[in-house]
Structures are given as structure tokens and as C-alpha cells.
């Protein structure tokens, strides 16, 4: 299932993305605001790459491959935006952006696109975000995109800021 936006092409990860999804992941923004500054390893990234296969697989949604539409009319890699599993009855949001494609609403408008897609075919109240207390620019979108502040939380060793979205009234 491919999203898009006015200027964005979103399409669901696939196995040949190995390459560009590991150089998203040794992105220097990337690895100092989401990795503690550790950039995942070829493998580690590999490993994620098939989580996210495996979860569109087994739940019919997960990490889509984001491209902004260049002047020319070819598309350029700029993250990955999507949804994860988070526990047994969350869905969480999460957008990875390179460092040079922040700050310009990319993540943002990717992820109201995921949002929409989440509401419209999952059987959910709501969606959770999971932000590091460092991550600026991601606390600063939370709330146009209508999350609502739950408090801090430690997930995996890992603090974070507790955010949820709830399903907009019919």
C-alpha cells in the first residue's frame, strides 16, 4: 500500500532496501538522536530490515521507504516513516529522517500520511509515539499532529516522553 502526499511517495519497505536503510541508520542525526550516538552495524540494520518485513507480513503495516518528488520529477530518498508494533494492543508511529531533509516538515507530513493509513484499517484507539527527551525537532511536532503528553517512560534501559494520539471522533 503506497501513501502519498503533495510532495512525498511513500511505499512499504521491501527486502532490497538493505543499502539505503543502513545508510539511514549511520546518518549522524539519526545515530545522536534516536541510536545514543552508536551507528547500527550492517547486521543490526539488516535485523531491523526484517523486522519491518516481518511486520507487514504478520499485521499488515509497518515502515514505508520516504521520497520527496524532485523539480524533475524523480524521487529522492530522504527516511523512513511508519508503524511498529508496541506491545499487545499499541501501534507506534516513528519517522527517520537524514540529518540534511530535517527541519522542512518532511517528517511531519509523512507521518499524517501514516496516521490516517493506521486509522482507516486498524481497529485501534489509538496510536503512541515514544520520543528521546533530546530529540527536539520530534517533541516539537508531537502535539500539531495531535499527540497528547503522557509523561517520561523507560522502554528497553532507554528513557523516552510517552506520547498518544487518539482516534478522531466519527
Avoid at 36 to 59: C, Q, V
Avoid at 119 to 131: E, G, N, Y
Wanted: contains cysteine.
Amino acid at each position: 500500500m503506497n501513501l502519498e502526499t503533495e510532495r512525498l511517495f511513500m511505499r512499504p519497505i521491501r527486502p532490497w532496501d538493505a543499502d539505503a536503510l543502513h545508510r539511514l541508520h549511520c546518518d549522524a542525526l539519526v545515530v545522536e538522536l534516536t541510536m545514543e550516538g552508536i551507528p547500527l552495524t550492517r547486521e543490526m540494520s539488516d535485523a531491523r530490515l526484517s523486522l519491518y518485513l516481518h511486520e507487514w507480513e504478520t499485521y499488515g503495516y509497518g515502515v514505508w521507504m520516504v521520497y520527496e518528488r524532485e523539480a524533475n520529477g524523480d524521487l529522492g530518498f530522504v527516511g523512513r516513516s511508519g508503524l511498529h508494533r508496541f506491545g499487545e494492543n499499541d501501534i507506534q508511529t516513528g519517522c527517520f529522517l537524514f540529518g540534511a531533509r530535517c527541519g522542512q516538515g518532511i517528517g511531519p507530513e509523512s507521518l499524517k500520511a501514516v496516521i490516517e493509513f493506521a486509522f482507516a484499517t486498524q481497529s485501534i484507539d489509538r496510536l503512541v509515539s515514544l520520543v528521546r527527551p533530546t530529540n527536539i525537532r520530534a517533541l516539537k511536532t508531537r502535539a500539531p499532529l495531535g499527540y497528547s503528553y503522557l509523561g517520561p517512560v523507560v522502554v528497553d534501559g532507554t528513557n523516552f516522553q510517552f506520547f498518544e494520539l487518539r482516534r478522531p471522533l466519527q
